[in-house]
Nanobody, 116 residues
Framework: VQLVESGGGLVQAGGSLRLSCAAS????????MGWYRQAPGKQRELVAR????????DYADSVNGRFTISRDNARNTMYLQMNSLKPEDTAVYYC??????????WGQGTQVTVSS
């Protein structure tokens, strides 16, 4: 499975961005997908994740109510709609997938920078 993120960039505080993660390869093996982020000097943290059917999602407390994760299985693409962005959301955002046999896959990351 290969994962490619897009949609990062520079935005002012209060603005919005939408990240996309396109999956290719053995996508039928993917179970849960999610977004993680890593800010400079900090550990990588879970932002949001969604199950295979797209019916169950959960979020980090810091983004709950501002970010929305979704998944289009027909297009093998996952999204992260980020609204009301804050400077503390600045990080490299990574797409993650885990297969039904618990193999982990990561994208290369996309930079999100929120200016104050």
């Amino acid at each position: 499975v290969q994962l490619v993120e897009s949609g990062g960039g520079l935005v002012q505080a209060g603005g919005s961005l939408r990240l996309s993660c396109a999956a290719s390869g053995s996508t039928f093996s993917i179970a849960t997908m999610g977004w993680y982020r890593q800010a400079p000097g900090k550990q990588r943290e879970l932002v949001a994740r969604i199950t295979a059917g797209g019916g169950v999602a959960d979020y980090a407390d810091s983004v709950n109510g501002r970010f929305t994760i979704s998944r289009d299985n027909a297009r093998n693409t996952m999204y992260l709609q980020m609204n009301s962005l804050k400077p503390e959301d600045t990080a490299v955002y990574y797409c993650h997938a885990i297969s039904k046999v618990l193999t982990n896959y990561w994208g290369q990351g996309t930079q999100v920078t929120v200016s104050s």
